[in-house]
């Protein structure tokens, strides 16, 4: 006789170890936020950052600015959103450098009171492709960046050619948040602060998956870490 034991996984959280080696070989030790934490062990841990990397993933909860899901929303997790969130407001309160990545400069833009495209080949529409086939460690497209920006100065260039892996994209700026990089189909792949005196960049690719070959990548981490030493 046998007998099969059912139920559902057990929960769990985890980081792509890209993240973890491109915050090392800048100099950095990354801190892990998993999305169990409790309100008072997330500000426990805040208090002891320098700085605030947020990574991609699923979706941002639409509910968060206002609107219903769309049909192709997923991996949404209300708890994650929160000690995001939550962590996004911290980290500009005490002026720490941000880093928001894919999924996470979504995030960035909703916690500063903007919205999101929620399926970019519905809405806007588009026939640039943002969800690549090929390897992540591979460029898909190129964008052109605002020669004026800190994100410019940052990366050392004013066009680049990035790795994309996203289906929502920033629609309404957050509040104090600009718009200084876009794709072919004018999408935006990158926010920072009006306020110049602030390291925080937001971009819709995946540089953590190109630093071994890419400077610009390198570059990223790289200057996240020297101004979480200051």
Not at 1 to 12: L, N
Not at 166 to 181: E, F, N, P, S
Request: charged share 20%; net charge negative; proline share 7%.
């Amino acid at each position: 006789m046998s007998i099969t034991v059912g139920g559902a996984p057990p929960e769990h959280a985890y980081v792509n170890s890209s993240y973890l080696h491109a915050v090392q070989q800048a100099g950095g030790v990354p801190v892990l936020l998993p999305p169990q934490l409790s309100g008072a062990s997330l500000s426990r841990l805040l208090r002891g950052l320098d700085g605030l990397v947020l990574t991609g993933g699923g979706d941002v909860d639409p509910a968060l600015f206002g609107e219903a899901p769309h049909p192709k929303l997923y991996g949404v997790a209300p708890s994650r959103d929160t000690v995001e969130t939550t962590s996004v407001r911290v980290a500009l309160d005490r002026r720490l450098p941000i880093l928001a990545i894919c999924r996470g400069v979504q995030v960035l833009n909703v916690a500063l009171g903007g919205t999101l495209y929620q399926d970019v080949g519905s809405d806007p529409g588009t026939s640039l492709r943002h969800s690549q086939d090929g390897p992540r460690d591979q460029p898909s497209h190129k964008i052109a960046i605002e020669p004026a920006s800190r994100l410019a100065e940052t990366l050392g260039a004013d066009e680049i050619e990035v790795n994309s892996m996203h289906h929502q994209a920033v629609k309404q700026l957050g509040t104090g948040l600009r718009a200084v990089a876009w794709a072919p189909d004018q999408l935006v792949e990158g926010l920072e602060l009006t306020d110049a005196s602030r390291f925080v960049l937001g971009v819709q690719w995946h540089p953590e998956e190109l630093v071994a070959e890419s400077e610009p990548a390198r570059r990223l981490f790289t200057a996240l870490v020297s101004h979480a030493r200051v």
